[in-house]
């Protein structure tokens, strides 16, 4: 796809990803700059990797990204390199839709590496799941808020959780230049520019439910009623925010 022959320079891209519970993919379907890639993975887990085919999403970009875990199934998927969110030409704020679905007794793993809030650019991203009543889930979430150097982005994410048809965590985060006052205030980021969440959904929690806990002094264990876990934390850079986030994920759900 040729970037430059698109209205506006701009372009919608929707890939698509179905796992059974034999292990194959029945839907692989990539587009535009969301190049899916089966590869290999340890344990029981199917493993699709994405990687990224050209620069996005740029301002004015439409993204999305389904991913439908079927009864019984084990779904990895994750990236081969960081998203970077850029400033396009046009001015208009990019969009990145993902739309995550676990069936009964399924489970999916979402680790993809950190989203870049790049300065200039505008960025509007949602991601919303749907789990089975005994589907588990590890999604974890990685914002840096402007490359080495400069100013972050503006960039807005919001995470839907529904577990049974029922809501589960549906929490909205603003960052940079078009965020409300405040969102680099000591009672939030503190001066930080990487922050981060790991979502933990397991049906023996509802049994035995973690126990609230600071995780150094920047991160936080909460539970959640449904039965889950949130791992909120902050950091100064990427690599450090990746640490603590997997010191969680070793504790909540090891593989």
């Known amino acids: 796809m040729d970037r430059m022959s698109l209205t506006a320079r701009s372009l919608t891209a929707t890939a698509r990803i179905v796992a059974a519970v034999d ?7 990539s587009d535009g700059p ?5 590869t290999r993975a340890p344990g029981p887990y199917t493993r699709v990797t994405v990687v990224g085919a050209m620069s996005a999403p740029l301002g004015g970009d439409r993204l999305a990204l389904t991913a439908e875990v079927r009864d019984g199934a084990r779904l990895l998927v994750d990236s081969a390199a960081a998203t970077v969110a850029l400033p396009g030409r046009g001015g208009a704020p990019a969009a990145y839709d993902i739309a995550l679905t676990v069936g009964e007794d ?8 950190q989203l870049i809030s790049a300065a200039g650019s505008e960025l509007r991203m949602r991601t919303t799941v749907e789990l089975a009543a005994g589907a588990r889930l590890v ?3 990685e914002q840096i808020l402007g490359r080495h150097g400069e100013e972050p982005g503006s960039l807005l ?8 048809g029922r809501p589960l965590l549906d929490q909205e985060l603003g960052h940079g230049p078009a965020a409300p006052a405040g969102w680099d205030g000591p009672a939030v980021l503190a001066g930080h520019r990487a922050t981060g969440q790991l979502l933990v959904v397991r049906p023996d929690f509802a049994e035995r439910p973690v126990e609230p806990r600071l995780l150094g002094d920047h991160a936080v264990l909460a539970p959640l009623a449904g039965p889950a876990a949130l791992v909120t934390a902050v950091a100064p850079d990427a690599l450090t925010l990746r640490r ?5 994920l070793r504790m909540l759900a090891p593989a």
């Open 139 to 141: 999604l974890r979430e």
């Open 157 to 164: 994410t919001r995470l839907t959780v529904r577990r049974a």
């Open 244 to 248: 603590r986030l997997d010191e969680a």
């Open 23 to 29: 292990g194959s993919l029945p839907v692989l379907e």
């Open 34 to 38: 969301l190049a899916l890639r089966r």
């Open 106 to 113: 399924a489970e999916l793993r979402w680790l993809p590496e």
